[in-house]
């Protein structure tokens, strides 16, 4: 378990590595109302071809006869979603603008709270004819899982306990026998637990809200009314990580191994959650890893500045927990997460693209890398020793630097990939996905304030054309020059990943350095320089290349998108030629940003 930022809007109470702290998981609710609902059926009170007609015949549902509680679980009802519906109460406003109470004129009032019944949401979805018959295709509906929750409540009147509410069936008969301490279906708007996590709503479409976007609010107390069944709930990364395994394991046989099998038996290949194409289930969906290619078994939440994904990967036998707060409303999570440079400085850096999908797809990918790698520079110890010239071949995982001193290294291509996945969005944003293959890197580097390798006296390091030297971590850095006579050329790919973490830095105590960085040359991350140093850059960086000091030379015809910075007092050394690089920087950030979408997409408040 590990954490960042804080946990309040007000950024005053940093966020500790702590398991036990409650989120809300909105839409992640539906897991446990499917399997609520489920539960019923095993009992016999409940009939998964049962119609709405049956069970609601007062509600005024239209298609009743032929919605099944099949449809329901399956997002297959055609019914519209109630947040997208026009209000009851309010003239020309939605739902989720009435209940996210952003705009009143007083500016007074709690945020995220409005007095719907299920029933009333059910109504106000109702004001419009579905989308399509039922069973005939999927949408995502927060109705669906409304239904569920009136039809479950109805159905436990039947048994010899009586009447409960959806509350209470999914904490007395889930959450209470698995153990989960830190998971609750509240009833009011307040927490369960004294450890849990502020959150705010950063709004990024101001039309959606009918507010000014850039605005957020303190979205910590919602109101659970609205959200119900469909994503009220709240629990902790430590039951996360137990229900992820149970959902798609049941070894604690939550469920009749018969219905169990049904459930995770899911074939329908026409669904999308976010806009990520999935086979969606009871409950459940299958995501497929846009940076590995594999699938993953579970669900999302957002809800209110709170983003949640919870999985398990059955290929690698491991299950995998997200939380997010302050989240953006639209997490345009369908960017891929790498070769992405297009897209880097529109998308990532002014827009926020990352959210808990593109996060569990990047666990997933590291965790697979860490599992699975063959290379022969995984187990060498703390320096290079074999020799002139030594070589990491194969796909190599390393948790400490690597330490190159009058010798050299040369970092090959891996010759190992993923079947990972591109995402295809058309005008009207459906998405489908077209398979390729990912080279995997050839030296990853995990860990904070760590560098990947570390150029001492006379050391040499040599990354080749289509090498990939990755490091993931907390105030590091993929390469560091600090001795005398350091040589690095790279002529294949960097990525740094994490806060303050950088793809190459010179160390104040390093002399005569020297870095090319020929056309074949593409770096994710800052570069960092200073000393004696020689910088030959016909490649492209992503990122900017700050200096400090009188002694840096930069030359070449690459491109840096985020410019060169010159710290207080900083020159470059005379014959440096930044000038071309600089204007090409200015066009490439342009081109970057008018490939970035222009729209935004909907956001949803239960994914």
Same mark, same amino acid.
């Given at each position: 378990?590990?954490?960042?930022?804080?946990?309040?809007?007000?950024?005053?109470?940093?966020?500790?590595?702590?398991?036990?702290?409650?989120?809300?998981?909105?839409?992640?609710?539906?897991?446990?109302?499917?399997?609520?609902?489920?539960?019923?059926?095993?009992?016999?009170?409940?009939?998964?071809?049962?119609?709405?007609?049956?069970?609601?015949?007062?509600?005024?549902?239209?298609?009743?006869?032929?919605?099944?509680?099949?449809?329901?679980?399956?997002?297959?009802?055609?019914? !519209?979603?109630?947040?997208?519906?026009?209000?009851?109460?309010?003239?020309?406003?939605?739902?989720?603008?009435?209940?996210?109470?952003?705009?009143?004129?007083?500016?007074?009032?709690?945020?995220?709270?409005?007095?719907?019944?299920?029933?009333?949401?059910?109504?106000?979805?109702?004001? !419009?004819?579905?989308?399509?018959?039922?069973?005939?295709?999927? /949408?995502?509906?927060?109705?669906?899982?409304?239904?569920?929750?009136?039809?479950?409540?109805?159905?436990?009147?039947?048994?010899?306990?009586?009447?409960?509410?959806?509350?209470?069936?999914?904490?007395?008969?889930?959450?209470?026998?698995?153990?989960?301490?830190?998971?609750?279906?509240?009833?009011?708007?307040?927490?369960?637990?004294?450890?849990?996590?502020?959150?705010?709503?950063?709004?990024?479409?101001?039309?959606?809200?009918?507010?000014?976007?850039?605005?957020?609010?303190?979205?910590?107390?919602?109101?659970?009314?609205?959200?119900?069944?469909?994503?009220?709930?709240?629990?902790?990364?430590?039951?996360?990580?137990?229900?992820?395994?149970?959902?798609?394991?049941?070894?604690?046989?939550?469920?009749?191994?018969?219905?169990?099998?049904?459930?995770?038996?899911?074939?329908?290949?026409?669904?999308?959650?976010?806009?990520?194409?999935?086979?969606?289930?009871?409950?459940?969906?299958?995501?497929?890893?846009?940076?590995?290619?594999?699938?993953?078994?579970?669900?999302?939440?957002?809800?209110?500045?709170?983003?949640?994904?919870?999985?398990?990967?059955?290929?690698?036998?491991?299950?995998?927990?997200?939380?997010?707060?302050?989240?953006?409303?639209?997490?345009?999570?369908?960017?891929?997460?790498?070769?992405?440079?297009?897209?880097?400085?529109?998308?990532?850096?002014?827009?926020?693209?990352?959210?808990? /999908?593109?996060?569990?797809?990047?666990?997933?990918?590291?965790?697979?890398?860490?599992?699975?790698?063959?290379?022969?520079?995984?187990?060498?110890?703390?320096?290079?020793?074999?020799?002139?010239?030594?070589?990491?071949?194969?796909?190599?995982?390393?948790?400490?630097?690597?330490?190159?001193?009058?010798?050299?290294?040369?970092?090959?291509?891996?010759?190992?990939?993923?079947?990972?996945?591109?995402?295809?969005?058309?005008?009207?944003?459906?998405?489908?996905?077209?398979?390729?293959?990912?080279?995997?890197?050839?030296?990853?580097?995990?860990?904070?304030?760590?560098?990947?390798?570390?150029?001492?006296?006379?050391?040499? =390091?040599?990354?080749?054309?289509?090498?990939?030297?990755?490091?993931?971590?907390?105030?590091?850095?993929?390469?560091?020059?600090?001795?005398?006579?350091?040589?690095?050329?790279?002529?294949?790919?960097?990525?740094?990943?994490?806060?303050?973490?950088?793809?190459?830095?010179?160390?104040?105590?390093?002399?005569?350095?020297?870095?090319?960085?020929?056309?074949?040359?593409?770096?994710?991350?800052?570069?960092?320089?200073?000393?004696?140093?020689?910088?030959?850059?016909?490649?492209?960086?992503?990122?900017?290349?700050?200096?400090?000091?009188?002694?840096?030379?930069?030359?070449?015809?690459?491109?840096?998108?985020?410019?060169?910075?010159?710290?207080?007092?900083?020159?470059?050394?005379?014959?440096?030629?930044?000038?071309?690089?600089?204007?090409?920087?200015?066009?490439?950030?342009?081109?970057?940003?008018? =490939?970035?979408?222009?729209?935004?997409?909907?956001?949803?408040?239960? /994914?």
């Amino acid at each position: 378990m590990r954490s960042g930022g804080y946990r309040d809007a007000a950024k005053t109470k940093v966020m500790a590595d702590d398991a036990g702290v409650q989120y809300r998981i909105g839409s992640a609710t539906k897991t446990f109302t499917a399997t609520s609902v489920l539960q019923l059926v095993d009992q016999g009170l409940i009939g998964l071809d049962d119609t709405v007609a049956t069970w609601l015949p007062d509600l005024n549902v239209p298609n009743a006869g032929t919605i099944t509680v099949r449809h329901l679980l399956e997002m297959r009802s055609g019914l !519209r979603e109630y947040l997208a519906a026009k209000s009851l109460n309010l003239a020309n406003v939605t739902v989720l603008q009435e209940w996210s109470n952003f705009d009143n004129v007083a500016g007074t009032g709690t945020y995220g709270n409005a007095s719907y019944s299920p029933a009333d949401l059910v109504k106000a979805s109702s004001q !419009r004819t579905p989308l399509f018959d039922a069973g005939s295709l999927m /949408q995502y509906s927060n109705t669906n899982y409304a239904l569920l929750g009136l039809i479950a409540e109805k159905a436990s009147c039947r048994a010899a306990k009586g009447c409960r509410s959806m509350e209470t069936l999914i904490n007395d008969d889930i959450v209470k026998p698995l153990g989960l301490t830190g998971t609750n279906f509240p009833s009011d708007n307040k927490f369960t637990s004294t450890n849990y996590s502020e959150a705010y709503q950063q709004v990024l479409d101001g039309l959606t809200y009918r507010v000014a976007a850039g605005t957020h609010w303190d979205m910590t107390f919602t109101d659970p009314r609205v959200p119900w069944a469909a994503g009220a709930m709240l629990s902790t990364p430590t039951d996360e990580l137990a229900w992820a395994r149970e959902m798609a394991l049941n070894e604690k046989k939550i469920l009749s191994d018969a219905l169990f099998k049904s459930r995770m038996s899911v074939s329908h290949t026409d669904g999308s959650v976010s806009y990520i194409p999935v086979r969606y289930g009871m409950g459940i969906y299958y995501l497929p890893s846009l940076a590995t290619g594999s699938e993953l078994i579970g669900h999302s939440g957002l809800i209110g500045g709170y983003n949640t994904s919870l999985f398990y990967s059955p290929s690698l036998k491991l299950a995998l927990s997200v939380n997010i707060t302050g989240a953006l409303a639209n997490p345009a999570s369908w960017f891929p997460l790498y070769g992405a440079e297009s897209a880097y400085d529109g998308a990532f850096r002014t827009e926020g693209g990352f959210n808990t /999908q593109t996060l569990v797809w990047n666990l997933e990918r590291n965790l697979r890398l860490a599992i699975e790698n063959t290379g022969s520079c995984s187990t060498l110890g703390a320096t290079v020793g074999d020799g002139e010239q030594g070589a990491c071949e194969g796909d190599s995982v390393r948790t400490r630097a690597l330490a190159v001193q009058g010798r050299s290294l040369t970092v090959k291509p891996s010759g190992r990939s993923f079947s990972a996945n591109n995402m295809v969005t058309d005008e009207d944003w459906n998405a489908s996905l077209a398979p390729t293959t990912e080279p995997r890197p050839s030296l990853t580097a995990y860990g904070s304030n760590l560098s990947g390798v570390v150029v001492g006296d006379n050391g040499k =390091v040599t990354l080749q054309a289509s090498a990939i030297l990755e490091t993931i971590g907390v105030g590091s850095s993929g390469v560091t020059l600090t001795g005398n006579g350091g040589d690095v050329t790279v002529a294949g790919v960097i990525r740094s990943m994490g806060k303050n973490t950088v793809a190459l830095r010179v160390d104040e105590t390093a002399k005569n350095s020297v870095i090319t960085v020929p056309s074949t040359a593409r770096i994710q991350g800052d570069l960092v320089l200073t000393g004696n140093t020689v910088l030959q850059l016909d490649g492209v960086v992503t990122g900017v290349v700050k200096v400090s000091g009188t002694k840096v030379k930069i030359t070449g015809s690459g491109t840096v998108s985020g410019g060169v910075v010159l710290a207080s007092g900083a020159q470059l050394v005379e014959g440096s030629d930044i000038a071309r690089m600089t204007a090409a920087s200015a066009a490439s950030r342009a081109k970057a940003m008018g =490939v970035s979408p222009s729209r935004k997409l909907p956001p949803l408040y239960m /994914q």
